[in-house]
């Protein structure tokens, strides 16, 4: 069953902003590590971005200073704020958490930026 949802994609300038959210439902075991990865049309999936369970974050050099991760544990939610954004971010993003023993991944959503 689903267990990790993305949304907060669409169409968006260059320039623009957009927001994803990473909501779990159902049973979640603890996780160590959320983070964001994406994939473009005819690439390899990349990290993006993630968060360790003491607060620690990562990004890769193409994101670094325009996107931000952060969570809200009290929702079960990570987010990925995406500033400044270029073609190149166009993308599907998903979530992936991982812990001890376990490793969920969302479906992905849709992120297009064109003028």
């Known amino acids: 069953q689903e267990q990790l949802k993305e949304s907060g994609g669409g169409l968006v300038q260059p320039g623009g902003s957009l927001r994803l959210s990473c909501t779990a439902s159902?049973?979640?075991?603890?996780?160590?590590?959320q983070a964001w990865y994406r994939q473009g049309p005819g690439k390899q999936r990349e990290l993006v971005a993630s968060i360790y369970d003491g607060g620690t974050t990562n990004y890769a050099d193409s994101v670094l200073g325009r996107f931000t991760i952060s969570r809200d544990s009290d929702k079960n939610t990570v987010y990925l704020q995406m500033t400044d954004l270029k073609p190149e971010d166009t993308a599907v993003y998903y979530c992936h958490w991982m812990g001890k023993a376990v490793d969920y991944w969302g479906l992905g959503t849709q992120v297009t930026v064109s003028s």
């Open positions: 159902g049973s979640i075991s603890r996780v160590n590590i």
